[in-house]
DNA sequence: CTGAAAGCGCTTACAG
DNA sequence: CTGAAAGCGCTTACAG
């Protein structure tokens, strides 16, 4: 195991000194052009590589920033992070990424490994039944930069980026309702959480537009699990009167929900209309075809690192109270159609 | 922002050495107990936080594990990722994850970044086209630890974590034959790639013990997309005769193609049964609902993070030759069985 | 059981 | 444009 090279090596070799080789490896102005060269073929020649913790130790910063989602293995949340591990490869960031697993406690102790590792930033999509701010707190204290995306935390004066999940719910439902249907359940998660809230709203307002009188009993609060959206389906047929349509928060259950609806003899459109959201590759190769709404989420991961990476820069100062709303857009396909 | 607290801080209102609190921090031995109850009280009280980077550069250790994966955003490998993830987490390991994107420029350029983080062990399932191992000769030549999890690259030396390609593509194929199916088209990746040319030897010897001639034609190479499941489904029922059964390798390409089949009134199992490979959630939401392998995707992460972290430690040392095998399970359901 | 001291490999304010 | 020197916060061999 040859002994790791080091900037003095280098200096040695040239008769120069540290100072300068490490300037020149940064591309420093105020070093000459060909000093510069020299160093770096050196360098090269050597097979330098730089110790970060040194550099980091001695910078204060540790280029490093934390991730943490619900969970890593659905298709909105891998493809989030996807965006995201690209840009930040290429800036030059590591990524620590953690789960919470749907629950708060184990959010808690990701916050504290955050912390403990020093993260210079922190983008959190919130856990399930998260309904507290204070382990982000040592954060706002030490002023490292908190964004949240997707499920955010309302009133805790973060930046934020998601969709505009109540217009995307309006969408959904008043698809359903140009359609003909006007008894339309609809299937979400913990209602705790924007993304679910907010598409109900958006349920809610194109009800009201269209005259259709809200009823609570058509709101079923779920965990959007696989397992649920068979439960549904059953608890559907042996409902007195047969909803019309469904607007369900989450293509993986809506499928489920499907495939069991028709193993009960409903006809998918034609007794009961359906529309899903995400647009995960599994609406397209089902029969019928779901319609949905698209997500973009690589879109999502993308623009959220980026603008903490500009944040830690200093190019973009992000204003505590500011939100990135991404376009989402309803898929029209079968299933919706009647 | 108020300043970090460092052991010399601890150290200063205890009237005590830094190198005491040091030991005492890192539960040395040699520290009398009440020094050290006294040493943790204090660091909890003024918030003292480790610095690692100092840590690390003192002790020439990283703490880090590079994982290299094709993508991100498939349902085996965020379940595999999930899972090295939360026993990473446990055991006080950082883990830096990036993407091929099924690409060997991409892997190589994965891999010089993670060669200068300095990752203490690199985790690596490989791109469709690798066909060198030349890019990890640096981690051999400074004795960094290099496993391969399931796309290994053979003749490497490395330990690996696999599954049982061979004996799964048996299990689907004898399957298949035993419910009279003569005719089994196998639509599979890279051939390069031990997964595929692994279930394609199963394939073979389970037509060979069943006296069912091997036709090469019979064998198509993809990149095993959705798109490409339509196309292969629309190629099927071009042909001059239908095949009477399909084995593909991946779940998600399989459904594509049932329901491409069926849109083109195919029954499935009746007309053309099919097996696919993964058991991808999508498998038991879909009509007929697909036999599949089940892939043990969450413990392979485990045990692949576990031997890495087990060898860092010094607790087992990993045989180069040595290779982890697990087992996978043919999941019998409805588009299987004719 | 505890301490003094050196050193891990960088970066940067200061000086020239 | 280049250099000398200090210091980032730890850990550990050595000494007692």
Known sequence: MGKEITIYDIAGQLQISPATVSRALNDHPAINVKTKALINAKAEELGYRSNKFASNLRKQKTNTIGVIVPRLNSYIMSTVLAGMEKIANEEGFN???????????KEIANTKTMFSSR??????????DTDSFEHFQ??????I????????????????????????????????????????????GNLKRNVYADRLKGYQQA????????????????????????????????????????????????????????????????????VGFNNDPVSQVIAPKLTTIHYPAKEMGEIAIKSMINHLKGNLDLD?????TLHSELMIRESGIS
Chains 1, 2 share one sequence.
């Not at 040592?138 to 002023?143: A, G, L, N, S």
């Not at 505590?320 to 990135?324: D, E, L, V």
């Open 320 to 324: 505590a109270a500011s939100a990135i």
């Open 138 to 143: 040592p954060f706002i204290k030490r002023k």
């Open 119 to 128: 993260v210079d930033g922190l983008l959190v999509s919130v856990a399930f």
């Open 207 to 274: 009800l009201t537009e269209y005259n259709i009188p809200y009823n609570q009993d058509f709101v079923w609060e779920t965990d959007l699990s696989l397992e649920t959206g068979k439960e549904v389906a059953q608890r559907i047929v042996s409902l007195k009167t047969l909803p019309d349509a469904l607007f369900i928060a989450s293509d993986l259950c809506a499928v489920s929900c499907i495939t069991t609806l028709k193993e009960l003899n409903i006809n998918i459109p034609k007794d009961i209309s359906v």
């Open 95 to 105: 990524l620590i990424i953690s789960q919470s697993l749907e629950s708060q406690k």
């Open 145 to 188: 930069p908190l964004i949240f995306f997707d499920r955010i935390l309302e009133n805790s004066n973060c930046p934020a980026i998601v969709i505009d999940n109540i217009k995307a719910g309006y969408d959904a439902t008043s698809h359903l309702i140009k359609q003909g249907r006007h008894t339309i359940l609809h299937i979400t």
